[in-house]
């Protein structure tokens, strides 16, 4: 009863935090599973990718699995291709770059950021100056593992919220559609 209390009050702060942050969506594809924001800072205007999380697969009990994983790919190549497709006939077509923020909670995350470079995504790590950044990015990775133990439980199997780490992605407009359409030939979206 108690846990799920606690993924409502999660689920209702995360829609409460999506929209006073600006997070919006872009279509009404069920099967899109990301959603953005505008951001300007100084003169530039970037891209903020932000996971759809009511649209993400549920990870089974038994964990994930290959079917698993090809269904998440071609999600995300044929969201990250619908968002380009969105973008390019906004308002903000000149905008060059896109941008996301992910945490790990797992201790190999060296083969997924080598995945994620392999696509094409520049890949930060994000560590904090001193103690009130890195306590801001405790709180954030924190925020984080409530978000996923709300929306897809399963997915915390295996996962230590004290191996976290937190990176920033970066990718340029055309390296997307380059991406996709290598990832429309491997995967046959």
């Known amino acids: 009863m108690m846990g799920k209390l606690f993924r409502f009050i999660i689920i209702n702060f ?7 942050q600006g997070v919006k969506i872009f279509t009404d594809n069920p099967e899109c599973i990301l959603r953005y924001k505008l951001v300007r ?3 530039k205007t970037f891209v903020e990718l932000h996971l759809w999380n009511e649209h993400l697969p549920q990870i089974p009990s038994e964990g994930i699995d290959l079917f698993w994983g090809k269904r998440f790919q071609r999600l995300f190549f044929n969201s990250l291709k619908e968002l380009l ?11 060059e770059w896109f941008m996301g923020e992910i945490a790990f909670f797992f201790k190999n995350q060296d083969k997924v ?7 094409g995504f520049m890949v930060y790590p994000i560590e904090g100056r001193n103690i009130f950044q890195r306590f801001f990015i405790f ?6 593992f409530c978000l996923i133990y709300a929306y897809n439980p399963n997915s915390l199997r295996g996962k230590d919220f004290f191996s976290r780490k937190r990176y920033q992605l970066w990718i340029e407009k055309d390296k997307i559609r380059s991406v996709y359409e290598e990832a429309k030939k491997v995967y046959k979206t």
């Open 139 to 144: 709180l954030k990775n924190g925020y984080s």
């Open 14 to 20: 995360d829609h409460f935090l999506s929209k006073i």
């Open 85 to 95: 497709d969105f973008v390019e006939r906004s308002s903000f077509s000149d905008v």
């Open 113 to 119: 950021v080598r995945f994620l470079k392999k696509l």
């Open 41 to 43: 800072k100084k003169s």
